[in-house]
């Protein structure tokens, strides 16, 4: 399958969260602060950017993580609701490339860049087997 026959640039979608104590940096090091854990904040990037595309792959194709570029700006502590959006910019063969961003408000704490790589799963799954 190529990608560019069923995704186009600018095609995006956005996920909003209620930071939870399990997403933050002390749930997972308890010495540290009670703020929005990077690795999360990169997750709610990822799957933001997976919605943008998953409805215009063909049955049995998924998209995968493939390359993160991302800046952390800034803290937002358990409550804070969260709001990550993703935006096609690029689309390879295989390869569909994404601009991130995530805002507390209308403070932007994140941006970036992100690919995700075209799977399909039974092919995938065999090899794994």
């Known amino acids: 399958m190529d990608a560019r026959d069923v995704i186009t640039i600018g095609m995006s979608a956005e996920r909003i969260i209620t930071v ?4 933050t940096v002390k749930h997972f090091v308890p010495k540290m602060p ?34 993160v570029d991302i800046r952390h700006l800034g803290a937002s ?11 096609v910019i690029a689309v390879e ?3 569909v490339r994404f601009e991130v961003e995530a805002f ?13 790589g075209l799977v399909n799963v039974a092919s995938f799954e065999k090899r794994l087997g």
């Open 20 to 23: 939870r104590p399990d997403l």
């Open 34 to 67: 009670a703020v929005f854990a990077t690795p999360m904040m990169i997750m709610e990037m990822e799957m933001a950017s997976a919605d943008a595309i998953s409805p215009h792959l063909p049955a049995g194709w998924v998209t995968v993580g493939t390359e």
């Open 77 to 87: 502590a358990v409550g804070a609701l969260i709001r990550t959006t993703a935006r």
């Open 93 to 95: 063969r295989r390869v």
């Open 104 to 116: 507390e408000g209308e403070r932007r704490i994140g941006d970036g860049r992100h690919a995700r």
